[in-house]
Every structure is written in C-alpha cells, then in structure tokens.
C-alpha cells in the first residue's frame, strides 16, 4: 500500500507560479502527476520513474518540472507561466507498473494509488 497526500495548490493569477508537494510512504518504480478540470477527463503532466527519467504531457510541457527528494519521500511539480487552462484539482499518483516499453504509464488506471487531489485555481 501507499499513502500519498498532496499539498501547495492555491488561487494564482496566470503567469504565477505554484509548486505542488505530495508526500509518498514508499517507493515506487513510477509517480506522476495527473489533473482533472470540472467536466474534461483526467489526464497525465508528468511522470518520474526511479531512474530519474521524466515525461511531460504536451499540455504543460515547458511549463512544469517534476521532481522528487527521496529522502524527504516527497514528489513535486513546480509549475510556471501559468494560464487559466490550468486550473485542475492536480493529483498525485504511484505505482510498480511499468509499459510495454518499460516507461512509466501514461493512464490514470495503470496507476494504483492515488491522491486525494489539491486544486490550482488560476484566474486572469
């Protein structure tokens, strides 16, 4: 089992700035980073695998960094220029699964644990 909570979402002008936290229990071979705005479908920004690897979703590519202290157990994305598009309850996510072609999913249901979420809400 893992335990993730997230933290560091807010209310932003566009152009600003957050970074998002979410605290892990354990390692993992992948984390990554998924966002839901009301009445669209959740999808990926970024993922990490335990190598160092990261991928980036094209819809914040440039925009977003992932990153992860691993003594500290915690995942982060560090978000810039941000646009109103952007505002999403931002999830964190976990899991040992790895695709075809040993990377890191790209679906939210390849991912086994979940966060509860913390909302980026960017106004203009």
């Known amino acids: 089992q893992v335990q993730l909570r997230e933290s560091g979402g807010g209310s932003v002008q566009a152009g600003g700035s957050l970074r998002l936290s979410c605290a892990y229990s354990?390692?993992?071979?992948?984390m990554g980073w998924f966002r839901q705005a009301p009445g669209k479908e959740r999808e990926e920004v970024a993922s990490l695998d335990n190598t160092g690897r990261a991928t980036y979703a094209d819809s914040m590519k440039g925009r977003v960094t992932i990153s992860e202290d691993n003594a500290e157990k915690t995942l982060f994305l560090e978000m810039n220029n941000l646009k109103v598009d952007d505002t999403a309850m931002y999830v964190c996510?976990?899991?040992?699964?790895?695709?075809?072609?040993?990377?890191?999913?790209?679906?939210?249901?390849?991912?086994?644990?979940g966060g509860q979420g913390t909302q980026v809400t960017v106004s203009s």
């Open positions: 354990r390692n993992t071979l992948c």
């Open positions: 996510a976990a899991t040992d699964y790895l695709d075809s072609q040993f990377r890191c999913p790209a679906r939210w249901d390849d991912y086994r644990y």
